[in-house]
């Protein structure tokens, strides 16, 4: 049997109806949208997020009222000694820290003055000992405390695994200092030797390798570029 198109659409919407009313008198509308409402989530209240800081401003902090008729503090840097035990000779050490906002940079002259004598004074060593001129800069005398060594030296007469190498001073006093090889420089010890010598940007260190751990150390003192012109307008 071919039912027309019509006569389908119209068995189709009375179905529709017939299942509407049954919907209806099982109340099956009203518990779907009970159910909907029992099992909608609750918003959760916003969440107070920190503002991201980009930079950094100077301000002016909030004084009490206690303290506000007061001049404003000045913070300066204060000297603080350490105390260092040398493990090699049980000698004690005390060393200030410096102020790095007195920094005081070598003229070029005077730069130039400490590294020629520094040169003569390696080209007048016996003995045969590998040796090289270290000039001083400001992160070798402030700050960070690091030496780094001529690089073409380390792979040829240093070891290549970290060690203790000793720096022996002019007057045989000997400073014990940490070699990272990887780095190819000085690190923990430095600071010592740099603070109780009072190097300065500029002067320059000869490095005399007596031994495969054991530099022998001579110091010139950029300062006798000045020493030496005042020297000189006396006599003249």
């Known amino acids: ?13 009375q179905r ?6 049954r ?24 969440k107070r997020t920190k503002p991201r800081v980009i ?3 100077m301000v002016e902090v909030r004084r009490s009222s206690r303290v506000a008729h007061l001049p404003a503090p000045v913070y300066k840097e204060l000297v603080v000694y350490e105390r260092v035990e040398s493990p090699r000779n049980g000698r004690r050490y005390n060393y200030s820290r410096r102020d790095l906002g007195n ?12 590294i020629d004598k520094a040169e003569e004074l390696e080209a007048k060593l016996e003995g045969g000992h590998p040796s090289f001129v270290k000039p001083m800069l400001q992160s ?3 700050g960070g405390f690091w030496l780094g060594l001529p690089t073409h030296f380390c792979r040829k007469s240093l070891r290549r695994t970290d060690c203790t190498v000793t720096l022996i001073d002019e ?13 190819g420089g000085l ?24 031994q495969p751990t054991v530099f022998k150390v001579y110091i010139i003192r950029c300062k006798g570029y000045d020493e030496e012109g005042e020297k000189d307008d006396l006599e003249a």
């Open 140 to 142: 070798h005398t402030t």
């Open 23 to 46: 919907m209806e008198e099982l109340h099956l509308p009203q518990l779907t949208q009970a159910l909907k409402t029992a099992h909608s989530p609750t918003p959760s209240p916003m």
């Open 16 to 21: 529709l109806e017939e299942n509407k009313k």
């Open 1 to 13: 049997m071919v039912v027309s198109k019509k006569n389908y659409e119209d068995l189709r919407k």
């Open 171 to 183: 007057e045989g006093e000997e400073f014990p200092t940490v070699y990272l090889a990887h780095k």
């Open 103 to 114: 920094r005081v940079y070598a003229s070029d002259e005077a730069r130039d003055y400490a």
């Open 55 to 57: 930079g950094t401003e």
């Open 187 to 210: 690190s923990g010890g430095w600071r010592g030797f740099s603070i109780h010598h009072q190097l300065v940007d500029g002067d320059a260190l000869v490095f005399q390798l007596i």
